[in-house]
């Protein structure tokens, strides 16, 4: 054991506030790492806040880590001192169920171990996350840093980039396709760049018609404004995919008339109940499907890392200084950030 720092909460009413605990020694499997910068996710400040009714305090957030190994396990071979990794949203899992033998350990039938707010499946710690600077990792949960990317704002692709990529990937985005963006917030303008990198053709979604010139410099191909009636008829029929990073509930009605036949409409950012409620015709009359998606597995994680290496894709980031953190919480909730905050570690020494 030795003794790490960081940010928690420690009520769901609480301002982050610093705070010294317990990281366990590596165990035989494990990787040590000096957590260099972790991205802020709205998730981080549901479960801060308990919004979800799953907390466990104390609670420190961060699942988007990259930082530089210190020490390693006996038994590890991936990682070596002073390598450059990162560490999403997962731990552990598992392992042996059939979507972990299918590397999908997000969809672990026992439950993943996530980054934080989650038991550890050897000694039942509470799991504390990037907010800090250190953590302790199974190696099989660690990635390798692609040698090319900026570290910072490559920290949120193991969460925002992993979120976009998988589903576009999973049903196999690519060129010919005409790919709908809904919403350009930290998911959605990660999902304009990786399906105009995959090669469709890419509109994004927006209420706003002041974002249109920022969707086409994140690379969109055209922009429609969703509140726009007459635009939203125009393009009915006209998508072969919808990624769907709204993060509130909101009417997919209008959005599934402008799928073609067979067009699949994918969740990413909703987990509430849908309202109004979705009328089945929208889907039956034309084969069209509604799915979801959340993250993707280790190994589709570290090919994400490397195609965004391949095609200099990283987000868009607003360096943080720790001391911040609570101020940031509420930029976040007011979609004052550009597009992801992303925290320097250094500043936890102040």
């Known amino acids: 054991m030795y003794t790490a720092i960081g940010y928690a909460a420690q009520t769901p009413t609480s301002p982050l506030l610093p705070m010294s605990f317990e990281r366990r020694s590596p165990r035989a499997d494990d990787v040590a790492i000096e957590i260099l910068y972790c ?3 709205h998730s981080d400040i549901h479960q801060a806040r308990n919004e979800w009714g799953i907390a466990v ?3 420190m957030p961060g699942h988007e880590i990259v930082g530089r190994v210190t020490a390693v396990g006996a038994n590890v071979s991936k990682h070596k001192v002073g390598d450059l990794v990162g560490v999403g949203c997962m731990v552990d899992s598992c392992r042996e169920c059939q979507a972990c033998a299918k590397d999908l ?3 672990c039938l026992a439950g993943p171990t996530m980054t934080y707010a989650t038991p550890d499946r050897v000694d039942g710690s509470n799991t504390m996350g990037g907010y800090s600077n250190s953590i302790v990792v199974s190696e099989h949960f660690v990635l390798r840093m692609p040698h090319g990317l900026d570290l910072a704002s490559a920290a ?3 969460c925002a980039g992993i979120t976009t990529y998988s589903p576009l990937k999973h049903h196999g985005v690519g060129p010919g396709h005409k790919v709908g963006i809904l919403g350009m917030g ?4 990660m999902g304009i760049k990786f399906a105009k990198a995959l090669g469709a053709e890419v509109t994004l979604f927006t209420r706003s018609a002041a974002k249109a010139e920022e969707a086409r410099r994140q690379g969109a191909d055209h922009v429609i404004v969703s509140s726009d009636a007459e635009q939203m008829r125009a393009a009915a029929g006209r998508f072969d995919f919808l990624l769907d990073t709204i993060p509130v509930q909101h009417d997919l009605n209008p959005y599934l008339d402008t799928l073609t036949f067979d067009g699949v409409h994918i969740l990413v950012g909703l987990i509430e109940p849908v309202e109004p409620p979705l009328h089945a015709a929208n ?5 069209r499907v509604l799915a979801g998606s959340l993250i993707g597995g280790i190994a589709e994680t570290q090919e994400m890392l490397d195609f965004s290496a391949e095609h200099g894709i990283t987000c868009d980031i607003e360096m943080l200084d720790i001391r911040s953190i609570n101020e940031a919480f509420e930029r976040v909730i007011a979609g004052d950030v550009k597009y992801r905050f992303v925290i320097d570690m250094t500043t936890l020494k102040a």
């Open 57 to 59: 305090y104390p609670l």
């Open 39 to 41: 991205g802020v996710c």
């Open 105 to 107: 350990e997000q969809y």
């Open 186 to 189: 930290g998911l959605g303008h």
């Open 156 to 158: 949120p692709l193991l």
């Open 283 to 287: 889907l039956v009359l034309k084969r």
